[in-house]
């Protein structure tokens, strides 16, 4: 089993549709998670760190299940601009960060 | 004003080179990281330094050596290129959490490394 599971996709959804992620660990003293997006040919950039309570900005809201070892990502509304691939991130502990394959997603017209 | 800065951005050359990527980070965060991403674009760690030490090594070969001079800097030269080690690498920031594990990383822009 993989440390850090998601679906790699693609989703195809059109602009102001709800779309779900969701990414599972393995490891369970996994400490920090996080979601990042990568725009094509650029390097990740930090959409939102997940914290236990579930935590929302904006049109995003992230939830982290320690039970079940898995946190998800919601979009709502989405824009065009939404197009990138989510990437998972889970720290396991010390300095160790493992990234999921990530997820495409692409917002149609 | 960048965060955290890599040079060059394009490094094409020719097996068994030897060659060098410079990483630079102005957060004031202690740790760096060096990641690589293929052609299938996963992301996968190589390095990870805290206060200039040596914390992760994920069984990279060892003609990879990172270099931290000071906090701020990490670099990473490669001896004897081979052609599998075409590849983005990304430089990358964080701080450590109070709370315990890391917080979040800021990446570099990416160097694209071909080699012939």
């Known amino acids: 089993r993989k440390e850090v599971e998601q679906d790699p996709g693609p989703f195809n959804v059109p602009e102001g549709a709800t779309v779900a992620f969701n990414c599972t660990y393995s490891?369970?003293?996994?400490?920090?998670f996080f979601w990042y997006r990568q725009d094509c040919r650029k390097e990740p950039k930090l959409l939102m760190s997940?914290?236990?309570s579930g935590n929302e900005d904006g049109r995003f809201t992230a939830q982290l299940n320690r039970a079940s070892q898995y946190i998800s990502l919601l979009i709502r509304d989405s824009k065009l601009s939404d197009s990138a691939t989510y990437l998972c991130v889970v720290n396991t502990g010390g300095f160790k960060t493992i990234f999921g394959a990530g997820t495409r997603l692409f917002v149609k017209a | 004003d960048t965060a955290v800065s890599q040079t060059p951005k394009y490094l094409v050359t020719q097996m068994g080179n030897d060659k060098s990527i410079k990483c630079e980070q102005n957060?004031?965060?202690?740790?760096m990281y060096w990641y690589k991403q293929d052609s299938k674009k996963f992301l996968k760690i190589m390095f990870s330094?805290?206060?200039?030490?040596?914390?992760i090594n994920e069984t990279v070969p060892n003609r990879f050596s990172p270099k931290s001079p000071d906090k701020a800097h990490l670099n990473l030269h490669i001896n004897s290129l081979e052609l599998g080690d075409s590849a983005v690498y990304f430089c990358?920031?964080?701080?450590?959490?109070?709370?315990?594990?890391?917080?979040?990383?800021?990446f570099g822009p990416g160097t694209r490394l071909t080699v012939t």
């Open positions: 490891n369970s003293a996994s400490q920090s």
């Open positions: 957060l004031g965060h202690d740790t």
């Open positions: 330094y805290n206060n200039k030490e040596l914390i």
């Open positions: 997940v914290y236990s």
């Open positions: 990358a920031s964080s701080q450590a959490r109070l709370a315990g594990g890391l917080g979040e990383q800021y």
